[in-house]
Nanobody, 122 residues
Framework: QVQLQESGPGLVKPSQTLSLTCTVS??????????WSWIRQPPGKGLEWIGY???????AYSPSLKSRTSISRDTSANQFTLQLSSVTPEDTAVYYC??????????????WGQGTQVTVSS
């Protein structure tokens, strides 16, 4: 059973960098056919894809967030990390990490973390 757990500060000041880590258990982040995503949900809004890192370490980001986003990984710890710079209150959201299976049509997301609330406020 794959499990994902987000961790990081729940409160970030405007203009600072938000940093969250997703720790994966029950499966390796280097296993072929899986990408590892970050998604967020602002209050009262739908899910927003932020970006992913592949099993080989390549990355892709949402065009609207690309200039402020970086996703990296620590394969020895089986973790991947989101950094979002220059945050504003509009970045307040529940942040999720998730696993995406890319070896089939539709790229289903098969496992999610429980989500972590991040509030941007001074």
């Amino acid at each position: 059973q794959v499990q994902l757990q987000e961790s990081g500060p729940g409160l970030v000041k405007p203009s600072q960098t938000l940093s969250l880590t997703c720790t994966v258990s029950g499966g390796s982040i280097t296993t072929n056919s899986y990408y590892w995503s970050w998604i967020r949900q602002p209050p009262g809004k739908g899910l927003e894809w932020i970006g992913y890192i592949t099993y080989s370490g390549s990355t892709a980001y949402s065009p609207s967030l690309k200039s402020r986003t970086s996703i990296s990984r620590d394969t020895s710890a089986n973790q991947f990390t989101l950094q979002l710079s220059s945050v504003t209150p509009e970045d307040t959201a529940v942040y999720y990490c998730a696993r995406v299976y890319v070896a089939t049509l539709g790229w289903p997301t098969d496992y999610w973390g429980q989500g972590t609330q991040v509030t941007v406020s001074s």
